[in-house]
């Protein structure tokens, strides 16, 4: 049974629902869609014990002003904001309990330009080409194909069952846009069509780019020295691939989001790392960008890295297993307990009884995340 | 038979091309129409979606789930033994406006070609258009096999709307636009039929491996007697299968 949710008093700047993306209709030109940032947008059904495929909203820039028609519980993502109930600042990464006749709303971004609000069991949109996700430029999908509009009703997917409920906080979930410092992305170089000298290829990551103002969930588009072909821009149209840093004729790179057409006839020079589109899809216009070149091996230990951080929050969440495993395969990626005390052992174990409250912190590229488990009645 | 092996290469973490021979040929997009097939039956976990092209697939997967060496083996397994024989196709008839307020770069293609207006609308409906892929926008078909004696350079100032079924030409190609979107290419014509629908199943007209046959119409009366019926959900389009030798 569907229930009212939210009445949209305010649409935000560009505010559409997502789930995790359209797939098995590229074949005939039908874009993935989908979030920005994939990180975020799981960490947020995450946290209310949702299947990954819970549809979200996702704000850019400045998010909707929202009334409850319905209590639920909802969790907020992504970028670093002040975001308030009843004009009373919330806390980001951790459910919350929203009341019927409670308004949520956004102020502008500090870091970082798009969030993901989760509401228990997914907002509800219909299933078209088996994805609630909105494409813009096709105009389908979401909320009637648009973004949410002034006055637009939205429902959740399921009855809200608040029983036996795990809270969890996945608290300084990302603070990784400092607005100031240049974005380093890892790139694997692909050039699979020998477009590029040796020494187009080195300019790229020799040089700081920033994001163009002309930017969306299409395509980045980025300033900076030009990325000269040997001869042209043109290949024969192939798949599109997302995060792929395509080189046009002009020769300023544009590099391919979520909304990203299929097909595609300029050449590409390679392609951001998976676990790196979410940090570019969070950093705003002008923000400086670098590259620096990975090989396919190294981007796939990282890939697995996140997948591990996602995997072990999830199961913790579900509290599934009795007992939780905590992965730990790579230097990079330690796991210590509140106290400090690093668990290392990869077949180390922990039990996990009702009524316990487990805390966590998780280092991760330098930054400490901590994650908080308890029993919520 | 070694240079017609494909190339097998990670674009991205998680997408896998695999590269025919680099030229538009029917022979080499049958492969990737094969292909496609048998990996598209292929239950394997893991491969998430795929994009069939000119000449390459672009296979998503997770690699999560399914390593880049296991996908590899599969794609090799799935390569022995692809054929490059055409398998059956369908044939479908598209009726177009040709001229008029529909195609009003007509008269400029005649022009261009040294052709009377009839004499390009000849041309045009001639062949049966093969369906190379679908892409860049949901349902826009790459046709192959048009006559290069109406080829006409695109409008250097792009119109900013485009009607969704507006036929058109660039350069030595021809295609249909689906859905109403910003192009530069020169409109000779217009189909009353719907090619994209996300509310049908498919919601695709026209799929990729297909034939394009242009039926031109008589009228305008005739056009919007079909465009009664495709609004009335009536309309019966002519689809035949053809055995490609």
């Given amino acids: 049974m569907k229930t009212e949710i939210f009445e949209i008093n305010e649409p935000g700047i560009q505010s559409t629902i997502q789930d995790l993306g359209r797939y098995g209709f590229q074949n005939i030109g039908v874009p993935v869609s989908g979030p920005m940032d994939m990180f975020s947008f799981k960490i947020a059904n995450i946290l209310l014990n949702n299947p990954l495929d819970c549809a979200c909203i996702e704000t850019t820039f400045l998010g909707p002003k929202l009334t409850a028609l319905n209590d639920t519980l909802i969790a907020i993502t992504g970028a670093k904001i002040e975001a308030t109930i009843n004009d009373e600042e919330i806390e980001l990464w951790k459910p919350l309990e929203i009341s019927k006749g409670d308004v949520l709303s956004f102020g502008s971004p500090i870091e970082g330009i798009i969030n993901y609000v989760a509401i228990k069991g997914g907002f509800e949109a219909p299933l078209i080409m088996d994805s609630r996700s909105t494409y813009l430029t096709g105009k389908f999908g979401g909320q009637g194909g648009s973004t949410l509009k002034t006055g637009d009703i939205i429902h959740n997917n399921m009855p809200s069952n608040l029983n036996n409920f795990v809270k969890t906080t996945f608290s300084d979930g990302f603070d990784y846009i400092n607005p100031h410092d240049p974005l380093e992305l890892r790139i694997l170089i692909t050039d699979v069509s020998n477009k590029f000298s040796r020494e187009s290829i080195a300019r790229l990551w020799e040089s700081t780019y920033t994001i163009s103002s002309s930017s969306n969930r299409i395509g980045y588009r980025l300033n900076g020295p030009n990325i000269k072909h040997i001869v042209d821009a043109d290949i024969i149209s192939s798949g599109n691939e997302f995060g792929a840093i395509q080189i046009p004729g002009d020769g300023q790179p544009i590099i391919l989001m979520a909304d990203r057409g299929t097909t595609g006839g300029y050449s590409k020079i390679g392609s951001v790392i998976t676990t790196d589109i979410p940090k570019l899809a969070q950093a705003a216009p002008n923000h400086k960008i670098t590259f620096r070149p990975v090989s396919l091996n190294e981007a796939h230990d990282i890939f697995f890295n996140n997948e591990t951080i996602l995997k072990s929050l999830a199961s913790k969440v579900t509290g599934q297993d009795k007992n939780i495993r905590v992965i730990y395969e790579d230097e990079d990626y330690e796991i210590s307990d509140i106290n400090g005390k690093k668990i290392t052992d990869s077949n180390k174990t922990k039990e996990y009884s009702e009524g316990d409250s487990q805390k966590y912190k998780i280092e991760y590229q330098g930054k400490t995340y901590e994650l908080n488990i308890e029993i919520y009645r | ?245």
Wanted: proline fraction near 7%; charge should be negative.
């Fill in chain 2, 1 to 245: 038979m070694n240079e017609d092996l494909p190339i097998i290469e990670s674009t991205s973490d998680c997408f896998i091309s695999v590269r025919f021979r680099d030229e538009i040929k029917i022979e080499i997009n049958n492969k990737v129409h094969n292909l496609f097939k048998l990996l598209s039956n292929d239950s394997t976990i893991g491969i998430q979606d795929l994009i069939p092209s000119y000449n390459s697939i672009l296979i998503q997967y997770n690699p999560a789930e399914l390593s880049v060496s296991h996908l590899n083996q599969l794609i090799e397994k799935h390569l022995s033994g692809l054929s490059n024989a055409g398998s059956q196709k369908t044939v479908i008839d598209i009726p177009v406006l040709y001229g008029n307020k529909y195609g009003r770069d007509l008269d400029y293609v005649a022009e261009h070609n040294n052709l009377t207006t009839d004499k390009v609308i000849e041309i045009h409906s001639n062949p049966k258009y093969l369906v190379y892929m679908l892409g860049f926008t949901p349902g826009f078909p790459y046709l192959g096999g048009m006559d290069e004696s109406i080829s006409t350079p695109r409008l250097t100032t792009p119109r900013t709307i485009i009607p969704s079924g507006s036929v058109g030409i660039a350069d030595k190609q021809t295609g249909i636009y689906p859905s109403e979107s910003p192009g530069g290419w020169r409109i000779i014509g217009k189909t009353p039929l719907i090619l994209f629908n996300y509310k049908q199943d498919p919601p695709s007209f026209i799929m990729p491996g297909d034939l394009i046959h242009f039926v031109p119409l008589e009228s305008m009366k005739e056009y919007e007697s079909i465009s009664e019926l495709v609004r009335s959900n009536k309309f019966k389009p002519n689809k035949n299968i053809q055995n490609e030798n």
